[in-house]
């Protein structure tokens, strides 16, 4: 018998006795089941059960491994055909016992079909070897619907759903902190533009933007086309939503907003900390500071009332600060409100819904750190006015790494700790986004609710994330390895079960881009 005759046995066999899809249920919440190896139902996608009495379940796959076992003794007539015998032997006959592989796993039960609706299942709704399938789009739809009068937020359609399953996040679900992960080249950044537009579109909750990148100054200018994706009602809503959308910029950008803030917005250690003034190794020079500063009279001074009372101060200390401010260049940082200038604290007090703080353009990583330092520590002392905003921070392990390299950078951490741990009560909800969970730090990362997992490689990265995040199943999080370009898992109180999405379009123009690759061009 040749190799090509044993391998088609195997296959007829490994067909003919395939495990059947059956389910089973014993607590009415979870179920195991089995089916053929070629079955077509990937982790996290949704499936049917139906059990013997015809009732009907929607499930979804959590867990899905390949296992085996013996198949049936088989005794098959070779004759002449297998050249294996020993010299002088002859074999007639051969007995083997393939092995049949098969699909096992475990689910959820999400809901009982009822007149094409679901309902919670109930403990009582245990079952054995009922039938398994995948989930057709009628189902499926009215799973992802979720419960009636919430306010949805549409960001694509379900990946495992059907071509016109609407994917969306609760709204409400946002009053959780949210962390949004993907490598680079994932769509990280065109999808948190997605869900920016939509908050704005579908709700009233302001938002403050940390741009590290230039990737959403354009966030209040509708892209081109885009009649053909969404309707008149939406393009209506935006356009009067847009017109509360402030960008502020650096000054050499020549924006109408600049990105400024008074050297007095700060607190006196905040001060002290540009100053790179320490209380205990710099004794005098901060004891001076604090002596300049009650000599002027009052909290809201700017860097050049300082310089010019240490000047004038005949004090040895004094003339250090000045010193100091010199020769660290603080004084020439961009950042510092002119005469006609409108600091961005103030602006905090006015009418706007949406605030973009391009610091990608700034020249200096202190200098970026200090605005929003100024702007993060002037929302917590501001927090008792209870006033809901969502502050989004993009490439967020620049502004809380988990490694602080400096003490300014220390202290701008210290915040968003600080945010993250009680900040919900205040109504203060961040949003984060980063490329390496492991390098935000992890009192940060901890206290999110919410996670939106786009592409990511990196397994040492995928178990950071199943420890910080154990609601998520961990054969779920896995599957990120494998995502396409704009696909992603979102998982907490933003969906009702973790779901496979894939983000739709853009309203609004992306500001950033990458360097063009023309250099990968073959010379003529």
Not at 77 to 104: C, F, H, K, W
Not at 328 to 334: A, N, Q
Not at 424 to 439: D, E, N, T
Not at 451 to 479: G, I
């Amino acid at each position: 018998m040749s190799r090509e005759e044993m391998g088609a046995i195997r296959r007829q066999f490994q067909t003919q006795f395939a495990a059947a899809p059956l389910a089973f249920s014993v607590d009415g919440m979870t179920f195991g089941y089995e089916a053929p190896l070629d079955y077509p139902i990937p982790a996290g996608s949704y499936v049917e059960i139906e059990t013997v009495d015809g009732v009907t379940y929607l499930g979804q796959i959590i867990s899905k491994a390949i296992n085996m076992r013996e198949g049936p003794e088989l005794a098959i007539d070779v004759g002449d055909r297998m050249d294996i015998a020993a010299i002088g032997t002859s074999i007639s006959q051969a007995t083997i016992r393939p092995n049949l592989r098969y699909l096992e796993g475990d689910g959820v039960l999400l809901g009982k079909a009822v007149d094409a609706t679901l309902v919670e299942a109930a403990h009582s709704d245990i079952f054995q070897d009922a039938t398994l399938r995948p989930a057709g789009g009628e189902l499926i739809d009215a799973h992802l619907a979720g419960a009636a009068g919430a306010t949805r937020l549409d960001i694509g359609r379900a990946t495992y759903g059907a071509e016109d399953s609407v994917a969306s996040l609760r709204a409400g679900g946002f009053n959780r902190h949210t962390f949004l992960c993907g490598q680079s080249g994932s769509g990280k950044t065109y999808s948190l533009g997605v869900v920016l537009e939509r908050l704005l579109l579908r709700t009233d909750l302001r938002m403050l933007v940390v741009d590290p990148n230039s990737d959403f100054v354009r966030l209040a200018q509708m892209r081109a086309g885009a009649e053909s994706t969404f309707g008149e009602a939406d393009r209506e809503r935006f356009q009067s939503v847009a017109s509360g959308i402030r960008v502020l910029r650096p000054t050499p950008a020549g924006a109408a907003l600049p990105l400024v803030i008074e050297f007095g917005d700060l607190t006196r250690n905040e001060q002290a900390l540009v100053l790179q003034l320490d209380p205990l190794d710099d004794r005098e020079e901060y004891s001076s500071f604090w002596r300049i500063i009650d000599h002027i009279g009052r909290e809201n001074v700017d860097l050049g009332e300082v310089l010019d009372a240490a000047m004038r101060d005949t004090a040895v200390e004094s003339r250090q600060i000045s010193l100091r401010v010199q020769n660290l260049g603080v004084s020439d940082w961009t950042i510092w409100r002119h005469r006609d200038d409108q600091s961005i604290i103030s602006l905090l007090d006015e009418e706007w819904r949406a605030m973009v703080l391009d610091i990608g353009t700034l020249g200096l990583q202190s200098e970026k750190q200090v605005v929003t330092l100024a702007l993060l520590s002037q929302l917590w002392r501001r927090r008792e006015r209870r006033e809901p905003i969502m502050i989004v921070i993009d490439e967020a392990h620049n502004i809380c790494p988990a490694e602080p390299e400096t003490p300014l950078q220390e202290l701008l951490t210290q915040y968003v700790i600080r945010i993250a741990a009680e900040g919900r009560k205040f109504g203060l909800y961040l949003l984060l986004s980063s490329q390496r969970p492991q390098k935000l730090h992890p009192n940060v990362l901890s206290q999110c609710d919410n996670l939106l997992l786009m592409r990511m490689n990196s397994s040492a990265d995928l178990a950071h994330l199943a420890d910080l995040f154990s609601f998520v199943p961990r054969d779920l999080l896995d599957e990120a390895s494998h995502f396409r370009l704009g696909e992603a898992l979102v998982a907490g109180n933003v969906v009702q079960t973790p779901t496979f999405v894939r983000f739709g379009a853009r309203l609004t123009e992306e500001g950033g881009s990458d360097v063009p690759s023309t250099w990968a061009r073959v010379s003529p």
